[in-house]
């Protein structure tokens, strides 16, 4: 069985790349029938200096959509076979320009021939198949210049790591890992203050009573986060004491919990919720916002390390 058939989408660069290969190879065989010196890699550049005449490196590289190291490689071997020349610009001795040589320009009229040609088995080839490649390849250029390959893997990974959370109400039994989890962020940034020792020793006095709520994260058995939604009138709650285990940050675990928060905000008709937080958790701002908060300037926060005040309109 053909491997890339075997492991279907899973190789999707490696059978490009196998596409490639195969037509780079019968690109140096038709050069040859052409007659031509021309190494298939260096064609977007020659190309380029065909049509422009002059170029420097950086803007060969924009045109092509290739690195400026690689276009200068590309650049030095096109020279050491003769075909193209390199001067200093006249107004910045930093800028190298090229051209092609005269031996370069020699092959424009074979090259001209060999366009036309590719051309048309290009376009025949396309009519004998049943889906247009050349579009497709277009279309998911431009899909992965808005959102990267990789993104859609971290994306994907994150999404198939959240369904193994959980998110819980607050139990008295989980007290020592409410406490645990706030004590470990507070204390490596910032200093306990007693806002925060009187929320984490009694929440169920300063939290639950007063009509909030607290969510917990479980994650195989184990307690990973926590975030709390603290009654400040009968229209406005805090978001507030939330906190992730270190090495599962990243995964998710926020948003879910952030969720959680706002979805009882919404059952409990609030009107809007707030939160304190300090800027050089950037991690954390970042989530506020994709959960929709927005800075605002409110009454003095009760923590010393607060300086910045966000708030979610519910309504």
Request: hydrophobic residues 40%; aromatic residues 8%.
């Amino acid at each position: 069985m053909d491997f890339y058939f075997q492991t279907g989408k899973l190789a999707l660069g490696s059978r490009l790349r196998r596409l490639s290969e195969r037509l780079t190879e019968d690109g140096t065989q038709i050069y040859e029938l052409y007659d031509i010196a021309l190494d298939p890699k260096w064609f977007p550049v020659f190309y380029v200096l065909l049509q422009k005449e002059s170029a420097a490196i950086t803007e060969i590289a924009q045109i092509i959509g290739h690195s400026h190291p690689s276009v200068s490689q590309i650049v030095k071997e096109m020279s050491n076979r003769g075909l193209a020349t390199t001067e200093k610009d006249d107004k910045d001795a930093r800028v190298s320009i090229i051209r092609l040589s005269a031996a370069g320009k020699q092959l424009a009229p074979s090259l001209e021939k060999l366009c036309s040609d590719v051309t048309q088995a290009v376009e025949e080839l396309l009519l004998e198949t049943q889906n247009n490649l050349w579009k497709a390849i277009e279309e998911v250029e431009f899909l992965l210049a808005n959102k990267s390959f990789f993104d859609r893997v971290h994306e994907m990974r994150k999404t198939r790591e959240r369904q193994s959370i959980k998110i819980i109400d607050y139990l008295p039994e989980f007290h020592e890992d409410f406490k645990r989890l706030n004590y470990e962020w507070i204390e490596k940034y910032f200093e306990l203050e007693e806002a925060d020792y009187q929320s984490l020793n009694d929440p169920d006095k300063k939290i639950l009573k007063p009509g909030g709520h607290i969510y917990m994260a479980l994650n195989n058995g184990e307690i990973v986060g926590t975030c709390a939604l603290i009654k400040s009138d009968d229209n406005t709650y805090e978001l507030a004491k939330m906190a992730v285990a270190e090495k599962l940050r990243g995964k998710g675990i926020g948003w879910l919990l952030g969720q959680a928060v706002i979805d009882k905000a919404r059952e409990v008709r609030a009107e809007a919720i707030f939160l304190e937080s300090n800027t050089v958790l950037e991690p954390a701002i970042n989530l506020y916002q994709k959960l929709g908060f927005r800075k605002v300037v409110g009454k003095p926060s009760p923590y010393k390390r607060s300086n910045i005040r966000m708030e979610l309109k519910l309504n």
